[in-house]
């Protein structure tokens, strides 16, 4: 089965931008959906966003103004930027396969999770 | 915005049937699935397309949906399907994913 792990600073500081990587093994970013959740402490989860392995993508209309996503696919990654981050912003931030919205398949569920990665917002 | 309603919590004893539901204006048209989230873990994928298990989860979970409401069932419940447990769709405009607020069950 598909593996994702994600990867980058566990703080950040009010108003600089979050960036994540998700590294794929086992499997290939060369095809499906790859979404990022968000999960602050104690709370829900919250769909951020997906990248299509073309490089389409869409946005959470809540969070749309501050994020933005891509795909490489010779590293077998996907990344997310969020710009003026606040104390709002402070989750684990999961990467995950699917999240197709206009999908009856298995594209449109998410399968496959990474472990997830705490991204503090702290000065 | 879109919305997904769960109880807060559900308890229950050993070896009850445990029922967590979902209400959502758009689900007589959208899929739901469900997913466990054990205490500093990922979530897990338990019930998709409203009532099909993936392999490797457990015969005690099912799912089924009516109207509004979509129903995670645990038959049966045990002590090790204590979790947080998350409902997912999409509004019916296909703007965005939503997930429920969560539902804590407790079995003991």
């Known amino acids: 089965q598909v593996q994702l792990q994600e990867s980058g600073p566990g703080l950040v500081k009010p108003a600089e931008t979050l960036s994540l990587t998700c590294t794929v093994s086992?499997?290939?970013?060369?095809?499906?959906?790859w979404s990022w959740i968000r999960q602050p402490p104690g709370k829900g989860l919250e769909w951020i966003g997906y990248v299509y392995y073309s490089g389409n993508t869409k946005y959470n209309p809540s969070l749309k103004s501050r994020v933005t996503m891509s795909i490489d696919t010779s590293k077998e990654q996907f990344s997310l930027k969020v710009n003026s981050v606040t104390a709002a912003d402070t989750a684990v931030y999961y990467c995950?396969?699917?999240?197709?919205?206009?999908?009856?398949?298995?594209?449109?569920?998410?399968?496959?999770w990474g472990q997830g990665i705490l991204v503090t917002v702290s000065s | 915005s879109y919305e997904l309603t769960q109880p807060p919590s559900v308890s229950v004893s050993p070896g009850q049937t445990a029922r967590i539901t979902c209400s959502g204006d758009?689900?007589?048209?959208?899929?739901t699935y469900w997913y466990q989230q054990k205490s500093g873990q990922a979530p897990v994928l338990v019930i998709y397309?409203?009532?099909k298990r993936p392999s490797g989860i457990p015969e005690r979970f099912s799912g089924s949906s009516s109207g509004t409401m979509a129903t995670l069932t645990i038959s049966g419940a045990q002590v090790e399907d204590e979790a947080d447990y998350f409902c997912h769709s999409t509004d019916s405009s296909d703007t965005h994913a939503v997930f429920g607020g969560g539902t804590q069950l407790t079995v003991l």
């Open positions: 397309e409203d009532t």
């Open positions: 995950a396969r699917g999240g197709c919205l206009r999908c009856y398949d298995s594209s449109a569920y998410f399968d496959s």
């Open positions: 086992g499997g290939s970013v060369n095809s499906d959906y």
């Open positions: 758009a689900l007589p048209k959208k899929y």
